[in-house]
């Protein structure tokens, strides 16, 4: 499975950004797909999962800023971040969960004024 990841960047506090991530090649079912992220100096914490189904789960307090959803027919999974705030900070990675779980290229996502 090969995940592309994109629109990371820099917005500043109170800004929106949707982040996508395709994936490709697996040729198998994938159970879920979703993002995780890791700021300088943290360990990697989950930001949001969805299954094909639908189910969602979203890290800590994150839900009601953050929405994930899925392009089933597309393989994609999307990540739409309203109000975002400094601490937000981080380069996030998808990952989909096949036979294993696979991972994108990190993007950067900034929040500074």
């Known amino acids: 499975v090969q995940l592309q990841a994109s629109g990371g960047g820099l917005v500043q506090p109170g800004g929106s950004l949707r982040l996508s991530c395709a994936a490709s090649?697996?040729?198998?079912?994938?159970?879920?797909m979703g993002w995780y992220r890791q700021a300088p100096g943290k360990q990697r914490e989950l930001v949001a999962i969805?299954?094909?189904?639908?189910?969602?789960n979203y890290g800590h307090s994150l839900e009601g800023r953050f929405t994930i959803s899925e392009d089933n027919g597309q393989d994609t999974v999307y990540l739409q971040m309203n109000s975002l705030k400094p601490e937000d900070t981080a380069v996030y990675y998808c990952?989909?969960?096949?036979?294993?779980?696979?991972w994108g290229e990190g993007t950067q996502v900034t929040v500074s004024s």
């Open positions: 969805i299954t094909p189904g639908g189910n969602t």
């Open positions: 090649g697996s040729g198998t079912k994938i159970n879920a």
């Open positions: 990952f989909a969960d096949s036979f294993g779980r696979y």
